[in-house]
């Protein structure tokens, strides 16, 4: 079966950088657009940060615009968040999800729209 596993969370200082990790089987990854999204406590799930299945289309939420930058390794099944200048406001659990895509430049933000959804890891970004 379909299985996504987030990894590399943890405390991180305020300004630091932390890299997700989001690895992905059962499933033909390449086929698939992938995304990250964020839940605080109390809060809705928060959509971060897409990419086409060919990694060479990307949109971002403007909360993380310019700090936050998706990628992929079809040949490690593989997404990545790497996040850079983090704020308190980042502290969240991690969530990656998956999407059948139709096209190699197809992307999706809505979180109703994705298929599969891994376990999440828990970032805390602290003094």
């Known amino acids: 079966q379909v299985q996504l596993v987030a990894s590399g969370g943890g405390l991180v200082q305020i300004g630091g950088s932390l890299r997700l990790s989001c690895a992905a089987s059962g499933m033909p990854f390449s086929s698939y657009a992938m995304g990250w999204f964020r839940q605080a406590p109390g809060k809705e799930r928060e959509f971060l940060a897409s990419?086409?299945?060919?990694?060479?289309?990307?949109y971002y939420a403007d909360s993380v615009k310019g700090r936050f930058t998706i990628s992929r390794d079809n040949a490690k099944n593989t997404v990545y968040l790497q996040m850079n200048r983090l704020k308190p406001e980042d502290t969240a659990v991690y969530y990656c999800?998956?999407?059948?895509?139709?096209?190699?430049?197809?992307?999706?933000?809505?979180?109703?729209?994705?298929?599969?959804w891994g376990q999440g890891t828990q970032v805390t970004a602290s003094s």
């Open positions: 999800a998956a999407k059948s895509a139709s096209t190699s430049g197809s992307i999706y933000f809505r979180r109703y729209e994705f298929d599969y």
């Open positions: 990419t086409s299945w060919s990694g060479g289309s990307t």
